[in-house]
Every structure is written in C-alpha cells, then in structure tokens.
Nanobody, 125 residues
Framework: QVQMVASGGGLVQAGGSRRLACTFT????????MAWFRQAPGKEREGVSL????????YYADSVKDRFTVSRDNAKNTLYLQLDTLKPEDTAMYSC??????????????????WGQGTQVTVSS
C-alpha cells in the first residue's frame, strides 16, 4: 500500500525559513521523479519544484526560484523542500507527488501517479 506523509509545515514570519519533508512507503521511491505542489485558498494547485530519481535534474516554478531548494534521500525514501525567504504569497497547502519527468510539461498532473496529503505553510507579514 502506497503511503506518503508530509511534515514540516507551520506558521512562519515573512523572510523566515521552513523545511518540508515527505516520506514514502509502498513503492520504489528511487525509481520516480518526485515533485512538490501547493494550493492556496481559492486558487488552483500549482507545481513548485521537482527532482528526478538520481537528483540529476531539478526544476522550479519561477515564483520560487532562488528561494526554494528541493532534495531527496533515496536511502530514506524521503523528499525535502527547503523554503527560504518566505513571502505571504507562499502561504498554501504543500503536497508531494511521485511520477515521471516530462521535459515539455514538468508539472502536468497527469505525469504523477501517486499523491500524498499535504502540510500547511502559513507565512505572516
């Protein structure tokens, strides 16, 4: 049974940092491209970042480039997202997903077979 548990969310002041983690069981973590998505109230879900199986390629949405860093530890079946220089507009539910890398449409939800429950990040101004 596939399980994905996200953690690390919370309340943080603007300019602060947070580290999110997503731990997976039930499938071969090291075979999959992993991604972070987020959804703010009243907005559609958007892709934030992704990382290929061997960490060879990482990809970021323009809105988080140079502020967020994605990484993974295949031995621990865990995906990470370091959030730095947080802004109020980063407030959202952050969730993780497992799938394949599509160079033409990296954050297309059809690329991702497994989805985890999210962790809430709230940035106060």
């Amino acid at each position: 049974q596939v399980q994905m548990v996200a953690s690390g969310g919370g309340l943080v002041q603007a300019g602060g940092s947070r580290r999110l983690a997503c731990t997976f069981t039930g499938f071969r973590f090291g075979d999959y491209t992993m991604a972070w998505f987020r959804q703010a109230p009243g907005k559609e879900r958007e892709g934030v970042s992704l990382i290929t199986p061997s960490s060879t390629t990482t990809y970021y949405a323009d809105s988080v480039k140079d502020r967020f860093t994605v990484s993974r530890d295949n031995a621990k079946n865990t995906l990470y997202l370091q959030l730095d220089t947080l802004k109020p507009e980063d407030t959202a539910m952050y969730s993780c997903a497992a799938g394949v890398y599509n160079v033409y449409s990296p954050f297309n939800r059809a690329n991702f077979a497994y989805w985890g429950q999210g962790t809430q990040v709230t940035v106060s101004s």
